[in-house]
């Protein structure tokens, strides 16, 4: 699965941005989804995953209510929905996906990332 991860840019706090992650190569339904995020200096943290059909949906606590991850398997696309932006949000966004509906299971396939900054 190739995935390209785009939408990412500047935005003040408060704001909203909404990122796409398009797949390509494999049957996209076949596979859970993730966003991840990493900040300069930090390690890589999860985001947000939805399952292949999109039923069940899994969010960091840090964006909980503020961040909505969605999926249009027709589209092979899948979607992230940032509002309320705070400056500690800034980071590259990337999405992966995943074969194994195991929880525990490392992500298979990894997109490049998208900037997102936010301004105080």
């Known amino acids: 699965v190739q995935l390209q991860a785009s939408g990412g840019g500047l935005v003040q706090a408060g704001g909203s941005l909404r990122l796409s992650c398009a797949a390509s190569g494999r049957t996209f339904s076949d596979y859970d989804m993730g966003w991840f995020r990493q900040a300069p200096g930090k390690e890589r943290e999860f985001v947000a995953a939805?399952?292949?059909?999109?039923?069940?949906?899994y969010y960091a606590d840090s964006v909980k209510g503020r961040f909505i991850i969605s999926r249009d398997n027709a589209k092979s696309t899948m979607y992230l929905q940032m509002n309320s932006l705070k400056p500690e949000d800034t980071a590259v966004y990337s999405c992966a996906a995943r074969f194994s509906k195991s929880l525990s299971s490392s992500y298979d396939y990894w997109g490049q990332g998208t900037q997102v900054t936010v301004s105080s």
């Open positions: 939805i399952s292949r059909s999109g039923g069940s949906i």
